[in-house]
């Protein structure tokens, strides 16, 4: 998809310097730059790359207004670097149809401009709203409300009676309300808890690919609206997330943790059962959090058991001493050893 530079500069509302009639052919990213395409840099190294290379244009912050090649000048460069993404490939919106191949129940309720694909399964009871697109190889429980505009991709499992809100999209291979992880030892046998609850999902919702979320033993595993969350996490059953959390790939959160808002779980991170985390803390990648453990609002946790980030920095910086305290401490033995080979000589005399 061509354009001239000023079309370009109109679509995010910037700034031209140099020739606004040049062609640009694409977008490119900084680290594989094509001749002829548009790149976004911020940072003196990033612009100095752009610089160098066969870009045609780069799109810039206001405060940059001297390069070595046209500029299109933005108040907010990677917001309207996503608008060009947006523009230049344009998402394929599939046509409202259900395929021949779909399997659904007679009593199952469609909103308008319903898009279903081949072999979806859909059980009775169940209520899809309005611009849903319902994608291959999908299955769809029993008495599930699938909100308006939601996109639910490839071989996705949702489970009965899940409760999913507006404009959530659920990635590849993923299971929405699996019974949770729960059994008491008996007898010389596991005997499963029973899982009677269901998985409640907010608005605006993003999950990932092979992520599992836990339906709760009673009541609901609830994702709070806005939360966003990578491939291969772990949700059980009956944690409560709240609005605008992230939690990145392989993440786990053990049965009846208590989450509040704005929460990040950056990647690998392990919380144990029954913990509470306020709102806007921060977990480092790998923090580990024992059962029961009460996170502190807008505390940033590190390390395995997880630790406030100052105490975490205090014990490392102590670790690496280690080393050196050693050594002073044999050094210490040693004079020690040899006073007392001095007095044991005195008193000989």
Do not use: W
């Not at 191949?101 to 859909?122: F, K, P, R, S, W």
């Not at 977990?283 to 390390?303: E, F």
Request: aromatic share 4%; hydrophobic share 40%; charged share 20%.
């Amino acid at each position: 998809m061509h354009a001239s530079l000023s079309e370009i500069a109109d679509l995010v509302q910037g700034t031209i310097v140099g020739d606004g009639n040049l062609n640009v052919i694409g977008l490119s990213p900084i680290d594989a730059i094509e001749t002829n395409t548009l790149v976004f840099a911020e940072g003196s190294d990033k612009l100095k790359c752009a610089e160098e290379s066969s870009a045609a244009a780069v799109l810039v912050g206001r405060q940059v207004e001297v390069l070595n090649k046209p500029l299109i000048q933005v108040a907010d460069p990677l917001a309207a670097f996503v608008v060009l993404i947006q523009h230049y490939y344009p998402e394929i919106k599939p046509q409202p149809i259900i395929h021949p191949t779909a399997c659904l129940a007679d009593d199952v309720q469609l909103g308008e401009n319903v898009c279903i694909g081949a072999y979806v399964v859909i059980e009775s009871g169940t209520c899809i709203g309005d611009g849903c697109v319902i994608k291959s190889h999908v299955h769809i429980g029993h008495h599930v409300m699938l909100g308006a505009q939601s996109t639910i991709h490839p071989h996705v499992t949702i489970y009965d009676r899940s409760v999913i809100g507006a404009r959530v999209c659920i990635h590849a291979s993923t299971v929405i309300g699996s019974d949770g992880f729960g059994y008491t030892y008996k007898d010389g046998k596991h005997v499963k808890t029973p899982h009677a609850g269901h998985v409640l999902i907010g608005d605006d919702v993003e999950i990932g690919a092979n992520t599992v979320v836990d339906r709760a033993t009673l009541g609901a595993t609830a994702i709070g609206a806005g939360t966003k969350i990578d491939n291969l996490v772990q949700v059980a059953h009956s944690v409560t997330l709240g609005k605008n959390n992230i939690l990145c790939a392989f993440t786990g959160i053990a049965g009846s943790t208590k989450c509040g808002d704005n929460v990040i779980f950056a990647a690998n991170v392990g919380v144990s059962d029954h913990v509470r985390i306020d709102d806007g803390v921060i977990l480092g990648a790998r923090t580990g959090v024992p059962p029961r453990k009460h996170l502190k609002q807008g505390s940033v946790y590190l390390g395995s058991p997880a630790r406030t980030k100052d105490k975490t920095i205090e014990i490392e910086m102590a670790l690496a001493r280690t080393p050196m305290m050693r050594k002073k401490l044999q050094n210490l033995l040693k004079r020690i050893e040899r006073l007392e080979a001095c007095s044991d000589g005195i008193e000989k005399d």
